[in-house]
């Protein structure tokens, strides 16, 4: 038996923290007993190689109840191993002259309206192109080193298909205050939100704790036990096609928590899910809103965070930035007015 246990911690806002380690639990029955433990455990685990294995071994990352394995080639015994492998040392990023459109900095901090297709910061799939260094690029030597190599400056992110506000860090000071009111939850966010008909009340608060899915590891899903607390509160600002019997609505969502696709998995909760969400879509909208959607040229989820409030950590000046959703899904709300 195989267990992967995911520790990281994947929500908003960030901290800076190093990613915990990715906990592998294998059993060794006593028929998988007797050969070489780093082939008995490779054979366990297809997705490390026992090249991987042993130098894990080597690191003192795996163990049993008899204590920490010392010698790859030493005999397997019928136990419980336990595998710790460590997160993946990240490149330093590279500034890259990308243009931003500012909507506010000074010696501390930057607010910048991020555009859709975007990474916030460098992983997997994203190495560049990301804001982080498109921040690199305009902030220069102000930017190294805050907040940790990987994320320099970044403590709260929204998803690269989200547009919207964004703001950075530009000094230690910033960071350490900014992180302290997102961790207090001390920070005005509103979404606007296009969606698959509406939810049933026209005002309320969605609450459901949020976690990865057991199905899916690309996906977040409520959960009834475990999880992160998670609050969305909702309006609905328009109705598009019968009042009665909504094709789609403009809903205004401000977060009371963050949590990694909070609003889009708690949307969907409701049955009315993100126009264009690739992931939590689950189910096509009627004809008149997929030629809207096909005709505006909507490409990503319909999700733009349009206000971001908060007071400055180093001035206590009172900060609030608004943004207009852009093009695509301006150009999407008009259509589906005229339906």
């Known amino acids: 038996m195989a267990v992967a246990a995911d520790l990281e911690d994947a929500e908003e806002p960030l901290d800076g923290a190093p990613q915990a380690y ?60 336990r595998i710790e492998i460590p997160p993946p040392q990240p490149a330093e990023p590279q500034a890259e002259a990308i243009p931003l459109r500012v909507l506010f900095e000074d010696a501390w901090l930057i607010v ?12 997997p799939g994203s190495e560049s192109g990301t804001l982080v260094n498109a921040l690199l690029h305009h902030c220069g030597e102000s930017l190294s080193g805050v907040g940790g190599v990987a994320r320099p400056g970044i403590v709260h992110r929204i998803d690269k298909d989200t547009s919207g506000i964004v703001v950075a860090a530009k000094a230690d000071t910033a960071h350490r205050g900014l992180s302290a009111l997102f961790a207090a939850h001390d920070i005005e966010r509103v979404y606007v939100a296009l969606t698959r008909g509406a939810p049933p009340a026209r005002m309320g608060t969605i609450e459901g704790a949020i976690a990865r899915s057991a199905h899916d590891r690309k996906k977040m899903a409520l959960v009834k036990t475990g999880g992160r607390p998670a609050v969305t509160h909702y309006a609905v600002e328009r109705i598009f096609g019968p009042e009665a019997r909504p094709l789609a609505a403009r809903l205004a969502c401000r977060l009371e928590t963050g949590r990694t696709h909070q609003i889009r998995v708690h949307l969907a909760s409701k049955g009315c899910p993100c126009l264009g969400d690739p992931i939590y879509g689950s189910g096509p909208p009627a004809e008149p809103v997929r030629r809207a959607i096909s005709e505006a040229g909507l490409m990503r989820q319909a999700l733009h965070a349009a206000v971001l409030g908060f007071r400055h950590p180093v001035t206590s000046e009172a900060l609030r930035f608004e943004s207009a959703p852009p093009e695509d899904m301006a150009r999407l709300e008009a259509l589906l007015a005229a339906l």
């Open 112 to 123: 910048v309206d991020k555009p859709a297709g975007m990474a916030v910061h460098p992983a």
């Open 22 to 81: 990715d906990l592998r639990i294998v059993e060794l029955a006593p028929d998988e007993a007797g050969g070489r433990i780093d082939k008995a455990l490779a054979g366990k685990l297809p997705e490390l190689s026992r090249a991987r294995i042993q130098a894990l071994i080597a690191d003192g990352q795996v163990s049993s109840q008899a204590g920490p394995v010392a010698d790859a080639s030493a005999r397997a015994q019928a136990a419980v191993y």
